[in-house]
């Protein structure tokens, strides 16, 4: 019976810690880069549209219009407060909120590299491709394979 219980315990030890590790690798740095071709369609809107923004090596484009405070970032497993619009490219807004607060580690990748981008007090915008935001799945409003415009103030890190 003893060997039972020490077996039982060994094995919830187990369970917990492969627990944390999953926990754990879902904050972990997005390495997901989008595809040349969803990164030069995006390219070419803004380039027509004249809008200038920062590539990133994983394939979204940014401004950072206020960098925050700095020494406040948040890591890829904060939690944040923020105040935010979605959009489509055309214009049409899919999605907002004042406020709001999530687990970076929940949101979508170009959520994850972008936030981390700016301090608390922050704000940023940027135009992701399809793969780092919903790729090929229809979302609400969103289209399947939509770029897509985020205009986001960071209020707060937990």
């Given at each position: ?6 077996l ?24 997901l880069t ?7 369609s995006?390219?070419?809107h ?8 920062i590539p990133?090596s ?8 206020n960098?925050?405070d ?19 490219l055309?214009?049409?807004q899919?999605?907002a ?14 959520w ?11 704000s940023i ?10 790729g090929?799945?229809v979302k609400?409003?969103?289209?399947a ?6 205009a986001?103030?960071l209020?707060?890190?937990?």
């Amino acid at each position: 019976m003893k060997h039972l219980w020490v077996l039982g315990i060994g094995a919830i030890c187990i369970i917990a810690s492969c627990s944390k590790a999953d926990d754990t690798s879902r904050c972990a740095a997005v390495t997901l880069t989008a595809p040349d071709s969803e990164i030069q369609s995006l390219k070419a809107h803004l380039d027509s549209n004249h809008i200038a923004a920062i590539p990133d090596s994983r394939g979204f484009f940014y401004t950072i219009l206020n960098a925050g405070d700095t020494s406040l970032r948040p890591t890829a497993c904060a939690s944040i407060t923020a105040t935010y619009t979605g959009r489509l490219l055309d214009g049409t807004q899919f999605d907002a909120a004042n406020g709001a607060k999530f687990l970076l580690q929940n949101l979508i990748p170009a959520w994850k590299e972008a936030i981390p981008l700016i301090g608390k007090g922050g704000s940023i915008a940027f135009y992701t491709p399809p793969s780092l935001a919903y790729g090929s799945t229809v979302k609400g409003s969103i289209p399947a394979n939509s770029n897509l415009y985020f205009a986001i103030e960071l209020l707060d890190v937990q």
